[in-house]
């Protein structure tokens, strides 16, 4: 093809215009005028296009492999796929906004400006493929036409209605949790007839509703969901067994105060309510908070088990309660003669490491 005919080039952007020259005194270099309009997007029409360009002006001594093409016309096929997937994503967002309120930044083409457009969907409509919000403000009585891509903010005015939706699905949430629970054993705090608190273990036998409120029937008590501490499959800190050292305040030593004893209850005391105590044996057993009563529940299952906090390493022989808080012991190993040697590690500082 020569130089000068060009008129027979059709390419991706369409036939090119014929070279025009011309010769003056001055030998004036020749111009060419060419008017496009070029296009930045990569649509599958262009795309198609560029395919058929290179096969039509392809060397047919040395012509592109069949692979290749077989890989164009893949990547063709996925640009669809996803210009598709894309399109239908778009009209559903934009279906979705339909009485919602919008807030908009438009360019305005004519003016070379951005224009704040805020107010109701009141439709959808489609050009050329791509939706546009038909939106009505306070400023117009006819629809404002705003392109989905324009959209800055989406927000629902209806504030009562989503919060009667948001307490529903709540309210559904709350009954399932409930009544997932019975049979399964709880620890809660709930409150006597005179407002005093109490503590509560069992197993939740039903569950009943009052006022749209769940309760958790565990025995001969009732409590909220909201006043459960702990929820497990054979959970009891009532029967177990517990032993406590006490320190002696001139040596400074630990000694066994009561050893293997059997827990019959937690009570609170001192003001207001906020002292927690172990009931072991007749004695009443300060714990520094509600989480030891957990912490006891769990540190049964350690027994036995291998735990290193970094200075103590050994077996868990037992659980103690010492200084108001729970700990494992664990059996290090032998002294010279032969006698077992015990070390103390507080149950938090361990809990889901042995």
Do not use: C, H
């Not at 309210?171 to 054993?185: E, P, Y």
């Not at 067994?241 to 006490?246: D, G, M, P, R, T």
């Not at 494992?328 to 190993?333: D, P």
């Amino acid at each position: 093809m020569a130089v000068d005919d060009v008129s027979a080039y059709t390419g991706l952007w369409g036939a090119v215009p014929k070279k025009t020259s011309g010769t003056s005194a001055a030998n004036k270099t020749n111009e060419v005028e060419v008017t496009r309009n070029p296009n930045s997007s990569l649509d599958k029409n262009a795309f198609l296009n560029l395919l058929v360009t290179q096969m039509k002006y392809q060397d047919p001594l040395n012509p592109t492999d069949d692979k290749q093409f077989l890989a164009q016309m893949a990547q063709f096929t996925a640009l669809e796929q996803m210009q598709n997937m894309n399109a239908t994503t778009s009209k559903s967002q934009a279906y979705s906004m339909i009485g919602k309120e919008i807030y908009a930044e438009k360019y305005n083409k004519e003016t070379f400006t951005t224009e704040e457009v805020e107010g109701s969907v009141a439709a959808v409509t489609m050009k050329n493929g791509s939706p546009y919000l038909l939106v009505m403000t306070q400023a117009s009585d006819t629809p404002v036409e705003v392109p989905l891509e324009d959209v800055v903010e989406v927000y629902d005015t209806s504030a009562a209605a989503s919060a009667d939706k948001m307490q529903s699905i709540y309210d559904s949430l709350s009954v399932s949790q409930n009544m997932a629970l019975i049979g399964k054993f709880v620890q809660a705090v709930t409150e006597d007839a005179d407002g005093n608190p109490i503590f509560v273990e069992g197993k939740v036998d039903s569950v009943k509703f009052f006022n749209g409120q769940a309760v958790l029937v565990v025995g001969d008590k009732q409590v909220f969901g909201n006043e459960i501490m702990s929820v497990g499959d054979e959970m009891q800190v009532i029967g177990s067994k517990v032993s406590v050292n006490k320190k002696d305040e001139v040596t400074g030593q630990y000694s066994p105060y009561i050893e293997n004893g059997t827990v019959s209850g937690v009570k609170f005391g001192g003001k207001d309510n906020n002292e927690v105590y172990l009931v072991t044996d007749g004695n009443d057993i300060r714990l520094d908070s509600l989480n030891e009563v957990v912490y006891l529940t769990e540190a049964g299952k350690y027994v036995g088990k291998q735990v290193s906090d970094g200075v103590v390493k050994g077996t868990i022989a037992d659980v103690v309660i010492q200084d108001t808080k729970v700990f494992v012991k664990v059996l290090t190993g032998t002294d010279e003669e032969g006698a077992e040697t015990y070390g103390y590690v507080e149950f938090s500082k361990v809990r889901g490491k042995a």
